[in-house]
């Protein structure tokens, strides 16, 4: 048989009129000792008013957005047997227990402290006239009403400056993990609700099932752009896919920093236009980019950070003795960076040939997969397309990449007058990890006196 119980609001310290923000049950549903019931919130605190009894909520007597004060009337339960019997048993819990209990409690569990309601059933105590007579000798005498103990609730100076959440919902957060200073409340006075809660974790777990790095990172905002106007939805390219992944890693890894130059590449390029016998008998376009991967392996050897990796610990740079380049290649699906190997052993013939061979490979989808492996430094070319400049993302583990725009002739100051020169943007992006500012300015200043002066290209 079950015991139908008034659920009152109990001792809330000094505080009268209360507002309720939250009713955690309704009728139908079941409680447990301790469940929550309600919550309310004070100008200085929040605080959960739980069941003193298991059983079944059968009435709701409150709102959210009504004023309660101690004895003001929150539920009906039918408690279950055995938690009424267990109830009446239970001494009454008086302010001091529960100030206790609480104290021993670690600092943010002490946030969640939550008040005392007390038992009260359906008969009125009965005056000492109307009491039976005693028909046993010794009978035990019926518990007397508990008293609504007293328990003052936490402040925000009590346990520092806490996200403005129910203990409720502290609780749930902490269930699941998440962690309520990342999340934004939708609720009253930006109050963090239950949905916040739900919705912080789907959009975690989004973020691991569409390749998420798991930092934590709060995730963009779905948007319904057909809001605004009509929309299609295309599935992305498996090659943005999977370099997107990477791009992103490599971007949220390495502290980049872009450094940028320019070269006076008028005796190169003319040097260039003169080879067209032999462009003709190798049957290759001979471009820039042939002279710019020369110069970058010169920088190689002239620097040897500049052809490393950091150890995954971060502690050791692993220096690599073998001059491999990988040069982006814009294809319909997407970028892909074939690799030229041993790039300081061959000419800029041999170094157009194969660039040319390798970039029609990826542009017809054919480039094996130990192909686009093994490059310990990347070059990003836009300048057949155009552009001053722009802050290529270092393909990591690789330690920098060269970012060549499109040459353009500008007046330079030759000592006498400005003279037309043709003049080509370089930027040079890296790890400021393994390579420090000045190093990169030095480096950037030798690739460009390489391209400057040819002859360079030789040493
Ligand atoms: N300044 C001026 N002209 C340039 C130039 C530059 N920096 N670079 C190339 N050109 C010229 C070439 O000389 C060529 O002219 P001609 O047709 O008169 O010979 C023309 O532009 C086209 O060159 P190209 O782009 O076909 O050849 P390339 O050797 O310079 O580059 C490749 C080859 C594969 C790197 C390039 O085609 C490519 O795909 N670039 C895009 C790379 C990319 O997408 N990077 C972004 C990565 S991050 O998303």
């Known amino acids: 048989m079950s015991d139908s119980q008034d ?15 939250e009713v955690l049950v309704s009728p139908g549903d079941t409680v447990d000792v301790e469940s929550p019931l309600i919550t309310l919130e004070s100008d200085k605190a929040t605080m959960d008013v739980p069941s003193p009894v298991a059983g079944t909520v059968t009435e709701v007597r409150i709102a959210v957005g009504d004023q309660v004060s101690q004895g003001s009337l929150v539920a009906v339960v039918a408690a279950t047997e055995s938690s009424a019997q ?45 009491a039976p007579v005693p028909k046993e000798p010794n009978p035990t005498p019926p518990p007397a009403p ?28 902490r269930e699941l993990g998440a962690d309520l200073s990342k999340i934004n409340g939708s609720g009253t006075h930006g109050r963090i609700l239950k949905e ?39 599935p992305l390219s498996r090659i943005k896919r999977i370099s997107g992944r990477h791009l992103q890693r490599a971007w949220l ?18 040097f260039r236009k003169t080879l067209k ?33 950091l150890s995954p610990d971060g502690e050791n740079l692993v220096l690599k003795h073998y001059f491999h380049i990988g040069v982006a290649v814009d294809t319909e699906n997407g970028l892909v960076v074939p690799v030229l190997r041993d790039v300081d052993t061959k000419g800029i013939l041999e170094l157009a040939t194969e660039l040319g061979a390798l970039s029609a490979r990826a542009r017809d989808g054919k480039l094996k997969p130990d192909e686009m492996q093994g490059g310990c430094i990347s070059i990003s070319s836009l300048g057949g397309i155009g552009g001053i400049g722009f802050t290529p993302i270092v ?56 391209l400057e002066d040819s002859r360079r290209l030789l040493l």
């Open 7 to 21: 659920i009152l609001v109990p001792d809330i310290g000094d505080f009268d009129s209360v507002d309720v923000i």
């Open 86 to 130: 267990d109830t009446s048993a239970q001494a009454p819990a008086g302010p001091k227990d529960g100030a206790e209990a609480s104290e021993d409690r670690p600092k943010e569990e002490a946030s969640e402290r939550t008040a005392q309601a007390p038992a009260q059933t359906d008969a009125p105590p009965q005056s000492d006239s109307e």
């Open 146 to 173: 508990r008293p609504p103990p007293s328990l003052p609730p936490v402040t925000e100076s009590d346990s520092g400056p806490l996200p403005h959440a129910s203990p409720a919902i502290r609780r749930f957060a």
């Open 196 to 234: 916040d809660v739900a919705q912080f974790i789907k959009s975690a777990l989004s973020q691991g099932r569409t390749g998420g790095d798991g930092s934590g990172l709060p995730a963009i905002p779905e948007v319904d752009f057909s809001r605004w106007g009509p929309v299609a939805t295309e």
């Open 253 to 270: 890894n390495v502290p980049h920093v872009t450094h940028h130059d320019e070269a006076d590449i008028t005796e190169l390029d003319a």
């Open 277 to 309: 016998d032999e462009s003709a008998y190798a049957q290759v376009r001979i471009t820039l980019l042939g002279f710019v991967i020369k110069a970058l392996a010169s920088a190689m050897k002239a620097f040897p950070t500049l052809n490393a990796s």
């Open 395 to 450: 393909n990591a583990p690789e330690v920098a990449i060269l970012g060549v725009s499109r040459a353009q002739i500008k007046p330079r100051w030759d000592g006498n007058a400005f003279a037309p020169r043709l003049i080509l943007p370089l930027d040079l992006s890296y790890d400021h990890r393994v390579i420090d500012g000045a190093e990169a300015a030095r480096i950037s200043a030798f690739i460009v006196s390489a």
